[in-house]
């Protein structure tokens, strides 16, 4: 089993025609991906061909959301689209009930994030990201820019902020396994939080273990701490990046501002360690600790 994406989901590229989204449905073809179309009002009732493991197969291109998930049945979509045309893509799939939309763009305006993820709330359906890496569940899909060969399937589940976070915690376990890689994004707004995530892995029988990354700026990964202690049974290890950036500087992701101690990586450690969840202060030490963990339980 795996949380939000499975073997069985059915996935349509929003932007699948551009050179991004070209290169990466034939990455996510040849993980296995069941990509049924894509979406480019400008390419309606044509097709694209893409090298597969079996093959070239030939995509369909829709010319809209709706009337790919009228002909195929798709359950996700994937955006591929420039930071100014983002906007009008998720209200889209948002418009036409896509229950799971992850949006890789990166760069979109905080004022479209909130207009998007107000709309999704309404409709009650998922969104991932943006500027995130994607889900991927090992040897079964994968949806976004996240390397399918790091590792293989297994029953840790992992949270991340950071997508190349993501893909070195997938490298560090990857004798152990994943059911599901998660990289929600680190934009002041995003439509799927490391609670969420938890809520899914700690409901999911198939998923042993978490590992939840985050990084410094604003109160996620404190928020998370008492959700955790308050509703998750399974062992949760954490890695908290930014323990030596200077205070009042943004690093990285645009949610990553510290501010005196709030915020502040040390800050997130306490809040995680008070629930019972151990943190690493690097990926390999978080690596580490999860392996003691494991041993220490078999």
Do not use: W
Not at 130 to 135: A, E, L, R
Not at 248 to 257: S, V
Not at 259 to 275: I, M, N, V
């Amino acid at each position: 089993m795996a949380i939000f994406l499975t073997e069985a989901s059915k996935v349509i590229v929003q932007g699948m025609t551009g050179s991004e989204g070209t290169k990466h449905t034939t990455r996510m073809l040849a993980a296995g991906t069941r990509i049924v179309g894509g979406v480019n009002p400008r390419k309606a009732g044509t097709t694209q061909t893409f090298p597969t493991p079996d093959g070239d197969t030939d995509i369909p291109v829709f010319g809209s959301v709706a009337e790919a998930m009228a002909a195929t049945g798709a359950d996700v979509s994937v955006i591929f689209v420039p930071p100014a045309f983002a906007k009008a893509a998720v209200l889209e799939a948002i418009d036409a009930g896509m229950p799971l939309t992850v949006i890789i763009t990166e760069g979109i305006p905080v004022a479209d994030t909130a207009e998007f993820f107000t709309a999704a709330q309404a409709k009650g359906v998922r969104l991932i990201g943006p500027n995130c890496p994607g889900v991927i569940s090992p040897g079964k899909s994968n949806v976004g820019i996240t390397p399918a060969d790091i590792t293989g399937p297994g029953r840790i589940g992992l949270v991340s902020k950071s997508g190349t976070l993501t893909y070195q915690m997938m490298y560090e376990l990857r004798d152990f396994g994943f059911s599901t890689c998660i990289g929600i994004g680190g934009d002041p707004i995003i439509g799927t939080t490391h609670i969420d995530a938890l809520a899914a892995f700690e409901a999911d029988p198939d998923t042993d273990a978490i590992v939840m990354i985050g990084e410094i700026g604003g109160d996620a990964e404190e928020r998370a701490a008492a959700f955790i202690q308050a509703n998750v049974t399974k062992p949760v290890v954490g890695y908290v990046a930014g323990f030596t950036a200077p205070e009042g500087k943004t690093m990285g992701h645009a949610g990553a501002i510290v501010s005196g101690s709030s915020g502040t990586a040390q800050a997130k450690k306490e809040a995680l360690e008070a629930a019972g969840v151990t943190v690493g202060r690097t990926p390999s030490e978080t690596a580490q600790l999860r392996r003691a963990l494991h041993s220490a339980r078999v």
